[in-house]
């Protein structure tokens, strides 16, 4: 759970919050205000779902993911911890001004 935490913070530019209990199978991660709400659930199964996002697929695999097919226009890939996700082109009506910006 460390490792996807660590991607997911890493990934999404927001960092993990205090979970709500800290029995709590969730890890929070802090958006500013007016920015979209993630939390990852930890759970004693193979994943049964996977996140879209509008990223880098280079960047995320530096950050530890892998790269496992290319179909038409999007990456499907694995976290860390073997969660899947796929990397999406910009599907998002809104300008960019406020979107995270990293480095490099």
Request: hydrophobic share 40%; glycine share 8%.
């Amino acid at each position: 759970m460390e490792a996807a935490t660590r991607f997911w913070s890493q990934a999404l530019g927001m960092p993990e919050a205090a979970p709500r209990d800290p029995g709590s199978p969730y890890v929070n991660f802090k958006g500013r205000v007016d920015s979209m709400h993630v939390e990852m659930q930890k759970i004693g199964d193979a994943s049964r779902v996977h996140l879209d996002v509008e990223a880098e697929a280079e960047r995320l695999v530096s950050l530890g993911a892998r790269k496992k097919e290319f179909i038409h226009t999007w990456w499907v890939m694995e976290d860390p911890a073997g969660m899947p996700s796929c990397v999406i082109p910009q599907v998002s009506d809104g300008s960019l001004n406020d979107a995270n910006v990293w480095e490099g």
